[in-house]
Protein backbone atom coordinates (compact mmCIF):
# COMPACT_ATOMS: atom_id res chain seq x y z
CA UNK A 1 0.00 0.00 0.00
CA UNK A 2 1.78 3.12 -1.29
CA UNK A 3 1.27 6.26 1.14
CA UNK A 4 -0.72 8.98 0.44
CA UNK A 5 2.17 11.54 1.32
CA UNK A 6 5.81 12.09 0.61
CA UNK A 7 7.33 11.29 3.98
CA UNK A 8 9.58 14.55 3.65
CA UNK A 9 7.30 17.27 2.04
CA UNK A 10 4.07 16.29 1.96
CA UNK A 11 3.09 16.12 -1.68
CA UNK A 12 0.40 13.69 -2.37
CA UNK A 13 1.65 10.66 -4.39
CA UNK A 14 -0.58 7.99 -3.84
CA UNK A 15 -3.09 8.83 -6.90
CA UNK A 16 0.13 8.39 -9.29
CA UNK A 17 1.86 5.13 -8.25
CA UNK A 18 -0.88 2.96 -9.90
CA UNK A 19 -0.23 5.09 -13.63
CA UNK A 20 3.24 5.10 -12.77
CA UNK A 21 3.33 1.29 -12.28
CA UNK A 22 1.34 0.56 -15.46
CA UNK A 23 3.36 2.81 -17.75
CA UNK A 24 6.71 1.33 -16.25
CA UNK A 25 5.41 -1.91 -16.60
CA UNK A 26 4.65 -0.87 -20.50
CA UNK A 27 7.97 0.00 -20.88
CA UNK A 28 8.59 3.11 -20.46
CA UNK A 29 11.37 4.63 -18.69
CA UNK A 30 10.74 5.21 -15.16
CA UNK A 31 12.93 8.93 -14.86
CA UNK A 32 10.56 10.36 -17.94
CA UNK A 33 6.80 8.93 -16.11
CA UNK A 34 7.71 10.78 -12.88
CA UNK A 35 8.62 13.46 -14.67
CA UNK A 36 5.56 13.72 -16.79
CA UNK A 37 3.37 12.77 -13.99
CA UNK A 38 5.05 15.80 -11.91
CA UNK A 39 7.08 14.59 -8.96
CA UNK A 40 10.33 16.61 -10.12
CA UNK A 41 11.67 16.39 -6.12
CA UNK A 42 13.77 13.48 -5.03
CA UNK A 43 12.29 13.01 -1.83
CA UNK A 44 8.27 12.51 -3.70
CA UNK A 45 10.54 10.15 -6.73
CA UNK A 46 11.77 7.69 -3.85
CA UNK A 47 8.21 7.23 -2.65
CA UNK A 48 7.19 5.64 -6.07
CA UNK A 49 10.73 4.22 -7.32
CA UNK A 50 11.61 2.16 -3.74
CA UNK A 51 8.16 0.75 -3.19
CA UNK A 52 7.58 -2.90 -2.75
CA UNK A 53 3.95 -3.88 -2.83
CA UNK A 54 3.82 -6.58 -0.23
CA UNK A 55 -0.16 -6.95 0.82
CA UNK A 56 -0.32 -9.98 -1.30
CA UNK A 57 2.55 -11.67 0.29
CA UNK A 58 0.85 -11.11 3.85
CA UNK A 59 -2.23 -12.56 2.43
CA UNK A 60 -1.00 -16.01 1.93
CA UNK A 61 -0.44 -15.72 6.13
CA UNK A 62 -4.09 -14.70 7.09
CA UNK A 63 -5.77 -16.88 8.85
CA UNK A 64 -9.91 -17.08 10.04
CA UNK A 65 -9.69 -16.44 13.57
CA UNK A 66 -12.00 -18.44 15.35
CA UNK A 67 -14.27 -17.20 18.06
CA UNK A 68 -13.54 -18.64 21.81
CA UNK A 69 -16.37 -19.33 23.86
Partial sequence: MI???CFTC???VGDKYEEFE?????GEDPGKVLD?????KYCCRR???????LIDEFLQFEYPQKKEK
Fill in 36 to 40: DLGLD
Fill in 10 to 12: GKV
Fill in 47 to 53: MLITHCD
Fill in 3 to 5: PVR
Fill in 22 to 26: RRVAG
